[in-house]
């Protein structure tokens, strides 16, 4: 759920045209999708105040996402939406599932069964869709290194360490800070330029995330 519908399923809607900051958006959702499923389902109960930081995150993602979102040439919405909101799913089932079942187990061991399991989930779509064939580059090489090790280890590795440690409706309102960071990461190597919305959505998503 969370390397196969939620990695995967980004990565897919991008490749697909939709912009990564609508899709960072658009995933963004999760910590409301998570505060939802956990309030129906047990004890869990959020304040007033956790409530206005869940809807001030939302609100700074869209500032920081507003003008970013126009869409490629040969873009095709429909199977784009459809990847991204697999991933919204995935990675609000993988963080319940995780938190629920998983407490007091060696995080290395269940990551490395994840990557096991994301592998039994790739490889026969890519043989089905893609084939494995690849054009070997330095910028394929650093791509795939930086996806890897920062992505589906580090980032993925502290994720569930803070899901073990933390309830799961608070700590997935540090996902708020994914879009401002995106757009941060535009800014340096793309030369996106900053709008006073954007600054304005970051400032309140870092709010959100205090609350």
Known sequence: MIHGFYLGGVFAAISYGMPAGLSSLLVG????????????????????????????????????VQGKMSWNADAQPFYAYLFVFSALIGITLGTLYQKHFCQGVDLVACAMWQYVAAGIFFLPLAWLVEGFHVTWSLTFILTMAWSVLALSVVAVLLYLYMVGQGAASKVTSVIYLVPPVTAIQGWLFFDEAFSTATILGFAVCALAVFW
């Open 29 to 64: 959702f999760q910590p409301i999708l998570t505060a939802l499923i956990v309030i129906s389902l047990s004890s869990e109960r959020l304040n007033i105040t956790q409530w206005l930081g869940l809807v001030a995150g939302i609100v700074g993602i869209g500032l920081v």
